[in-house]
């Protein structure tokens, strides 16, 4: 069985032990100029360069091409020079946007989040709702809920009564007013 060049550089690239680094030489092969480039490490490459374009995985694409290079979502076309990327500006993605999707070159967002969730409860903008009887609260277009506390003034009475579903303490047998000390100390 006759090897022809090519398929012997191939069998000494594939078993590097059976042959000293003298064996093979670069002047035995010249590379055509156009055709590979060299490092520092005397390791040819081809070059691609005005032929085709070669992506992060080594895969070659021919002039005009379109790719997506890598992980982008975004196409590149092969050109003379090399990849020439669409990079357009992305919109912002809206701040109560809760679903993005990024099928496209730019994140679009799917979903935008059009309630306000307090304590495991979610309410619909400019819901009112009382979670307790001294509490008053209200979902805001900001998705964000604002809560007032009722303010109760001071009983007039020494006994005063918490009744279920009321916030303010009352009065349960009418006024029983308080005497001061400092009426106490003027009766004397």
């Not at 100029?33 to 060299?38: A, H, Y």
């Not at 379109?66 to 919109?91: K, Y």
């Not at 059009?114 to 979610?122: A, D, I, L, Q, R």
């Not at 998705?143 to 009983?155: L, T």
Request: glycine share 6%; aromatic share 6%; net charge negative.
């Amino acid at each position: 069985m006759a090897l022809h060049i090519h398929e012997a550089c191939i069998l000494l690239l594939v078993i590097p032990g059976l042959v000293t680094s003298a064996a093979i030489s670069h002047e035995d092969y010249p590379a055509d100029e156009g055709d590979q480039i060299s490092s520092n490490d005397n390791l040819i490459f081809d070059d691609y360069r005005g032929k085709g374009c070669v992506d992060d995985s080594g895969f070659v694409y021919k002039l005009g091409e379109r790719f997506f290079p890598g992980h982008s979502n975004c196409p590149c076309v092969c050109a003379l020079d090399g990849p020439v990327c669409d990079q357009p500006e992305c919109p912002k993605i809206h701040p109560k946007c809760t679903k993005v999707e990024h099928n496209g070159c730019c994140p679009e967002c799917k979903e935008v989040k059009n309630f306000c969730e307090y304590h495991g409860k979610n309410y619909k903008i400019l819901e009112e709702f009382k979670p307790s009887p001294c509490e008053w609260c209200r979902c805001e277009p900001s998705n964000e809920v604002h809560c007032v506390v009722a303010d109760c003034a001071v009983p007039e009475c020494v006994n005063p009564v918490y009744e279920p579903e009321q916030c303010c303490p009352v009065c349960k047998n009418g006024r029983q007013l308080v005497i001061s000390v400092t009426d106490m100390k003027q009766t004397h």
